[in-house]
T-cell receptor
Framework: RKEVEQDPGPFNVPEGATVAFNCTYSNSASQSFFWYRQDCRKEPKLLMSVYSSGNEDGRFTAQLNRASQYISLLIRDSKLSDSATYLCVVRQGGKLIFGQGTELSVKP | GAVVSQHPSRVICKSGTSVKIECRSLDFQATTMFWYRQFPKQSLMLMATSNEGSKATYEQGVEKDKFLINHASLTLSTLTVTSAHPEDSSFYIC????????????FGSGTRLTVV
């Protein structure tokens, strides 16, 4: 079993759609949780950290359920510029462990 | 903000030769640096963790004699791919942290290695 698993994707959605990404992690001792965004052939960039209380940043909302070891990311009113691969990431013992990523393509 | 410079961004080498990739923290002291490899359509896989002045810790399945990591200073870590083979062709990315704060991981821009 992979340490961090995500929806396989790809997701193809029209502009303005709401998109949900799901992620589960296997190690209950994981300490911190993040969503990263990676554009083609570029390095990953931190999108947002994820907290148990849930957190929102503009059109982006992240949720964490420690009991079920589940993380989610919701993008509302998607834009063409949101097209990228979204990576679910957990921190374990100082190391970042990446999920395989879910590709999102937003079409006009 | 924190900046990590990684060079070269792209390199093509012949089979059997060695390639060195540099990762520099420009405006902070990186106590720990991480090296990742990413194959097409796959996620970043951690290869090794290096702390300044000590030997790198390699992940299971990563050959330490093939992927030499040196972290001689708080601002520089290097990854040398020795005796490169075509299957080593990949996207290599470094990440550095000063160890402060849960969001304190900065990534280099990556190196695309092609072995011919």
């Amino acid at each position: 079993r992979k340490e961090v698993e995500q929806d396989p994707g790809p997701f193809n959605v029209p502009e303005g759609a709401t998109v949900a990404f799901n992620c589960t992690y296997s190690n209950s001792a994981s300490q911190s949780f993040f969503w990263y965004r990676q554009d083609c052939r570029k390095e990953p960039k931190l999108l947002m950290s994820v907290y148990s209380s849930g957190n929102e940043d503009g059109r982006f909302t992240a949720q964490l359920n420690r009991a079920s070891q589940y993380i989610s990311l919701l993008i509302r009113d998607s834009k063409l510029s949101d097209s990228a691969t979204y990576l679910c990431v957990v921190r374990q013992g100082g190391k970042l462990i990446f999920g395989q990523g879910t590709e999102l393509s937003v079409k006009p | 903000g924190a900046v990590v410079s990684q060079h070269p961004s792209r390199v093509i080498c012949k089979s059997g030769t060695s390639v060195k990739i540099e990762c520099r923290s420009l405006d902070f002291q990186a106590t720990t640096m991480f090296w990742y490899r990413q194959f097409p359509k796959q996620s970043l896989m951690l290869m090794a963790t290096s702390n300044e002045g000590s030997k790198a810790t390699y992940e299971q399945g990563v050959e330490k004699d093939k992927f030499l990591i040196n972290h001689a200073s708080l601002t520089l870590s290097t990854l040398t791919v020795t005796s490169a083979h075509p299957e080593d062709s990949s996207f290599y990315i470094c990440s550095a942290t000063a160890g402060t704060g849960v969001d304190g991981y900065t990534f280099g821009s990556g190196t695309r290695l092609t072995v011919v």
